[in-house]
Nanobody, 128 residues
Framework: QVQLEESGGGLVQAGGSLGLSCAASGRTFSRAGMGWFRQAPGKEREFVAFIVWYGGSTYYADSVKGRFTISRDNAKNTMALQMNSLKPEDTAVYLC?????????????????????WGQGTQVTVSS
């Protein structure tokens, strides 16, 4: 089992920045990669960013490319998401996912079912 806990959400004005963190514990040796998704009320869970844990390659949704940066800290067993130039449409609950079997291709890491474990999420609200 793997436990994930997100932190760092909050309220920010449009154009501002926030940093999110996801701490992993438990049987994390099985990690292939981790990702960030978000879910707004009444909408499906949406891919935000993904990082290959041992290679460091990163991938982003077009809607956040150039504004968000995903990173990981092997020593601290954490993943982070730095969000800049935030827009009201970025408002959502942000969740981190843990992938145990690496799969290549955009259609894989952007799909929520590719992740075995999830955190509870942290709310990000961007006011206009």
């Amino acid at each position: 089992q793997v436990q994930l806990e997100e932190s760092g959400g909050g309220l920010v004005q449009a154009g501002g920045s926030l940093g999110l963190s996801c701490a992993a514990s438990g049987r994390t040796f099985s990690r292939a990669g981790m990702g960030w998704f978000r879910q707004a009320p009444g909408k499906e869970r949406e891919f935000v960013a993904f990082i290959v844990w041992y290679g460091g390659s990163t991938y982003y949704a077009d809607s956040v490319k150039g504004r968000f940066t995903i990173s990981r800290d092997n020593a601290k067993n954490t993943m982070a998401l730095q969000m800049n130039s935030l827009k009201p449409e970025d408002t959502a609950v942000y969740l981190c996912g843990f992938m145990t079997s690496y799969c290549s291709g955009y259609g894989c890491y952007t799909t929520a079912t590719s992740y075995k474990y999830w955190g509870q999420g942290t709310q990000v609200t961007v006011s206009s």
